[in-house]
């Protein structure tokens, strides 16, 4: 008996770590975690949303605005093609397009390119087949544009140039072509 009453004194008089003194060690523990985790929470979430933006704006810019809805047809001289008609739509999910060839800012250029010659910006008429009468192309609407005054470009038999369609935004629209060895027809399809 003496034996278990030293025994119980030896317990007594140990000291140790209470219930109180380990809830608040292990309420900083989960305090300092959740403000970690929402550090890097947050961290992730702002760079996620930055990346997405950034992606929006690759496609924004990649996706084609418009699409070529006919041939390129050629009107001849009896020796080389002098004018260029094609007709346009716009892409799925392209946005509208400014198309009027007087407009200061915010127009559609249109470049020539062969061997010989890179012109930046050409002469253009627009017609529209289908829609309303201004010379915004919107969806549903299809347009017809006409490159006139290309005389002074050789454009020759079996010659191969290049027209770019550059809208305000949006990625070109880039049309070659090849000339046929003959240009003696005055209606020439350029497929």
Same mark, same amino acid.
């Given at each position: 008996?003496?034996?278990?009453?030293?025994?119980?004194?030896?317990?007594?008089?140990?000291?140790?770590?209470?219930?109180?003194?380990?809830?608040?060690? $292990?309420?900083?523990? +989960? #305090?300092? &975690? *959740?403000?970690?985790?929402? %550090?890097? /929470?947050?961290?992730?979430?702002? !760079?996620?949303?930055?990346?997405?933006?950034?992606?929006?704006?690759?496609?924004?810019?990649?996706?084609?605005?418009?699409?070529?809805?006919?041939?390129?047809?050629?009107?001849?001289?009896?020796?080389?093609?002098?004018? $260029?008609?094609?007709? +346009? #739509?716009? &892409? *799925?999910?392209?946005?509208? %397009?400014? /198309?009027?060839?007087?407009?200061? !800012?915010?127009?559609?250029?249109?470049?020539?390119?062969?061997?010989?010659?890179?012109?930046?910006?050409?002469?253009?008429?627009?017609?529209?087949?289908?829609?309303?009468?201004?010379?915004?192309?919107?969806?549903?609407? $299809?347009?017809?544009?006409? #490159?006139?005054?290309?005389?002074?470009?050789?454009?020759?038999?079996?010659?191969?140039?290049?027209?770019?369609?550059?809208?305000?935004?949006?990625?070109?629209?880039?049309?070659?072509?090849?000339?046929?060895?003959?240009?003696?027809?005055?209606?020439?399809?350029?497929?």
């Amino acid at each position: 008996m003496k034996r278990i009453l030293q025994l119980v004194r030896r317990i007594r008089e140990e000291r140790g770590i209470t219930g109180l003194e380990t809830a608040i060690i $292990l309420i900083a523990f +989960v #305090v300092v &975690a *959740a403000v970690f985790a929402f %550090v890097v /929470l947050s961290t992730g979430l702002f !760079s996620s949303e930055r990346g997405k933006e950034t992606v929006y704006a690759g496609l924004s810019k990649t996706r084609g605005t418009m699409t070529l809805s006919s041939s390129v047809i050629g009107t001849s001289d009896g020796s080389e093609i002098t004018d $260029l008609a094609f007709d +346009v #739509v716009l &892409a *799925a999910g392209g946005e509208n %397009v400014n /198309l009027d060839p007087t407009a200061i !800012s915010n127009r559609t250029v249109i470049s020539y390119i062969d061997t010989a010659n890179n012109v930046p910006d050409l002469a253009y008429t627009v017609t529209v087949i289908t829609g309303d009468a201004d010379n915004l192309l919107e969806p549903g609407e $299809l347009i017809e544009v006409s #490159v006139t005054g290309l005389a002074p470009y050789d454009l020759q038999p079996n010659k191969t140039f290049t027209l770019e369609i550059k809208p305000p935004t949006g990625s070109y629209l880039v049309l070659q072509r090849t000339t046929p060895a003959s240009v003696a027809e005055t209606i020439i399809n350029l497929n």
